[in-house]
């Protein structure tokens, strides 16, 4: 999916969709209208935390492997782009 909002995808799911971008591009402009908005669209508080959490979890991956240079081709890749020891254990 390139663009959940022009996806043939259900509107309560774009709701849900629309709270996770907003969280991880300006998790600080999360209002309590926007929290409202999900729950109007059908999901329950623990939808809506599950939904920050994987969008959270996702965002804090993203920045490891951006800071530390890792790929699909594996470990001995990731250790020789940053100078680091493939096993570090």
Known sequence: MKDYRTAPIEPQ???LLSFAEKMA????????????????AGFSDRAILDAAHVTGFFSYMNRVVLALGADSKGMATFAQTKHL???PF
Do not use: G, L
């Open 25 to 40: 591009r300006e998790a600080n402009q999360i209002t309590p209208e926007d929290i409202e908005s999900v729950r109007s």
């Open 13 to 15: 799911m774009k709701h």
């Open 85 to 87: 020891d493939p096993n």
